[in-house]
């Protein structure tokens, strides 16, 4: 059995990510029986072991970071009675055929990134506590978020972060920790269904003190006020992130 393992770095969200490879497909030829196709995150496709055809499996796992989407893709296929020499010569082939196929991959994802409104939040932390924003309107009135906003065109999710904070609550911050990414449900700001996602890190205070100047109130709580508060749907499934960041301060 013969085993080649792939990392790259795509700097797009992860829901980008994992549509554009599923729309460039594999690299090489001949098309292999999709077996499994398991959303979210996991691509899994092998050929069926038919009398006279090599096995092959190609599977490819998403894990969303601060800097992007990291893609691992591992092939595994079994040469049989041709033996070892014609494993080598395969594995030169595919290793070719997968760089080239990656760099163009990881290229597509950017350029499609650019076209896909982006959400970026922080949970600021403070001495055990993180604070909590309160929307004021829209269909999430009253509901509890970690505040935030949408990333403009040519701005980086970082950059927007810290312009967002220090226009809704008066405050400079530092950005540490990436705690996580959660896809949005329906469309946002005009893009297509499913295509937004919200990224938030972890952040501390630098200058100022925070003023609600577009939410309804603001609150500092611990980690065990967290679960009761009444949070929009795409921030909630942070909140194991959130709790352990609490823990580390």
Request: aromatic residues 6%; charged residues 25%; proline residues 6%.
């Amino acid at each position: 059995m013969f085993q080649l393992r792939f990392t790259t770095l795509v700097e797009a969200p992860l829901t980008v990510a994992f549509d554009v490879a599923r729309a460039l497909g594999r690299p090489w030829g001949t098309p292999l029986d999709e077996v499994v196709s398991q959303r979210p995150w996991r691509d899994v496709y092998a050929a069926a072991p038919a009398p006279g055809r090599r096995w092959l499996t190609h599977s490819r796992r998403f894990s969303a970071t601060g800097a992007g989407t990291l893609v691992e893709e591992q092939l595994a296929w079994d040469t049989g009675v041709l033996g070892t020499l014609l494993g080598h010569v395969l594995r030169r082939r595919i290793v070719r055929a997968m760089q080239s196929h990656l760099d163009a991959y990881a290229a597509a994802a950017a350029r499609r990134a650019l076209d896909v409104l982006q959400v970026v939040g922080a949970a600021i932390v403070d001495d055990g506590r993180v604070l909590v924003a309160q929307r004021s309107g829209g269909p999430y009135d009253a509901l509890w978020e970690f505040p935030g906003g949408k990333v403009e065109p040519g701005e980086s999710d970082l950059s927007a972060l810290v312009r967002e904070i220090g226009e809704e609550l008066g405050v400079a911050i530092v950005p540490r920790a990436f705690l996580g990414e959660v896809l949005l449900d329906g469309v946002v700001g005009g893009g297509a269904p499913g295509s937004s996602t919200l990224r938030v890190w972890e952040a501390r205070l630098t200058e100022g003190t925070p003023v609600a100047h577009e939410h309804a109130a603001l609150r500092w709580v611990q980690e065990d006020e967290l679960e009761a508060l009444d949070w929009i749907p795409a921030d909630r499934p942070l909140l194991p992130a959130v709790r352990a960041s609490l823990r580390r301060h």
